[in-house]
């Protein structure tokens, strides 16, 4: 049974890896407390729900060009340093809007403001960190690496927000944005812990300066490697042509009712799917046609929001008054698609840091990380369209039949990626 379970072996052989861990699921809990304490305050502040939206405006465009002057930095300076003081960065952020609200500042403005630079210097954080992880962790160990990051994360994303909602209902804003502050400590720690970590040099024997330059170089180094290229594609058709959440608060108004209780348990369904996932991780890291088995989990993710529709459709067209049998057969259709999206996130990640050459993971992470912010917000934006337009049945069944159609022409267009292996992998 142990075999198809979550290996630990990276936290309890690695030192260097288990500090990062433990760092990492204390801030990303922490993180949870702010966003939802933004969108509260941001909305008792101005009774929008169109100024809630802002907050996501402020914080994407922020990230889109750290992420990508990050990686570059992470390529050229010791990593050591560079995520120390980008986690400095971001806990003076959250010191900041902790004193905001101790000192109740109520202005949209000012948390405006904060949450754009908090969203810099985690643009600048996230590709650093995901860069050091490949140096700290054996490349045999980076599929059980990732698989412990997924399982926190999907366990934060799950239980932080309803921890943040009560920390502010029950002790006020200032709380659950000192919790937040507060669990960098250990981020710090982790990050003050480890060694020296100086940029390798690149084929030329110079590492790469920073800069506008670097960051070309790093699209150019992506625009000749298929594989990795090919995993970034696949994760675009995946989010924007089928990411359901921007249907859920209609759903939950009117299709399957129950209101924002719908709509949270929709949005935990997906989540506990990516903790389903990281429990049993076992069955994955094992593998190691990392290519096949990610094409697999884009392919399942499609067909489990083509379930999901097709639910929406049936219960749209008339299941009577009874919401309780469509809303647990879509709940189970989005815990199916958080396992798949889960498993695909676990191979895409591995594949980037395994076959990236060190001198360039950096700039790779960076543009990782666009994509990951990036590719879901423009599903909201195409989801939301077609659910105005088709009805949110016809808009999740059409959206997730694009995402299949572009998986199988992807695959057929590079069939390179299908025999791409762990054992030896190539860019």
Request: aromatic share 10%; proline share 5%; net charge positive.
């Amino acid at each position: 049974m142990a075999r198809f379970l979550l290996d630990i072996s990276p936290v309890r052989e690695i030192p260097a890896f288990r500090r990062l861990w433990m760092g990492s699921t204390l801030s990303m809990l922490g993180s949870q407390f702010t966003v939802i304490a933004i969108s509260l305050e941001v909305f008792e502040l101005t009774r929008s729900t169109f100024a809630v939206g802002l907050v996501g405006v402020f914080a994407l465009v922020p990230l889109i060009v750290a992420g990508l002057y990050g990686g570059s930095i992470g390529d050229t300076t010791d990593r050591r340093l560079a995520g120390l003081w980008t986690t400095v960065g971001l806990f003076a952020m959250t010191v900041a809007l902790a004193a905001h609200a101790w000192l109740d500042i109520r202005n949209v403005a000012v948390l405006y403001t904060i949450v754009a630079l908090h969203s810099f210097a985690q643009g600048l954080n996230q590709p650093v960190r995901g860069a050091i992880v490949p140096r700290v962790v054996p490349v045999r160990q980076l599929p059980a690496a990732n698989a412990l990051f997924q399982l926190t994360m999907g366990s934060c994303l799950m239980i932080g927000p309803l921890l943040g909602a009560f920390t502010v209902a029950t002790m006020g804003f200032q709380w659950a944005y000192t919790l937040d502050a507060l669990s960098f400590g250990v981020s710090l720690w982790a990050m003050y812990m480890l060694p020296s970590l100086p940029p390798e040099p690149g084929d030329d024997g110079a590492a790469t300066r920073a800069g506008f330059r670097s960051v070309v170089e790093g699209f150019a180094f992506l625009a000749t490697r298929p594989n990795l290229r090919m995993t970034f594609l696949l994760d675009l058709a995946a989010m924007i042509f089928a990411m359901p959440r921007a249907l859920f608060p209609v759903l939950g108004a009117s299709v399957l009712g129950g209101g924002q209780f719908t709509v949270g348990l929709l949005t935990a369904a997906l989540a506990a799917g990516s903790i389903i996932a990281g429990i049993f991780s076992g069955v994955f890291i094992r593998i190691n046609h990392h290519g096949r088995a990610c094409a697999a989990a884009v392919a399942g993710w499609a067909v489990c929001i083509m379930a999901f529709g097709a639910v929406v459709l049936v219960a749209s067209g008339g299941w009577g008054a009874d919401t309780v049998w469509p809303l647990i057969v879509s709940c189970l259709a989005l815990v199916a698609a958080g396992v798949a999206d889960s498993v695909s996130m676990l191979f895409r990640t591995t594949i980037l840091q395994a076959a990236t050459p060190d001198n360039l993971r950096g700039r790779l992470q960076g543009i990782f990380i666009v994509v990951v912010a990036g590719g879901p917000r423009l599903g909201d934006a195409t989801m939301g369209t077609g659910g105005e337009w088709l009805g949110p049945g016809w808009a999740a069944l059409g959206g997730a039949t694009m995402c299949l159609a572009l998986v199988l022409l992807l695959v057929r267009m590079f069939p390179g990626f299908m025999r791409y292996d762990a054992r030896d992998p190539q860019p």
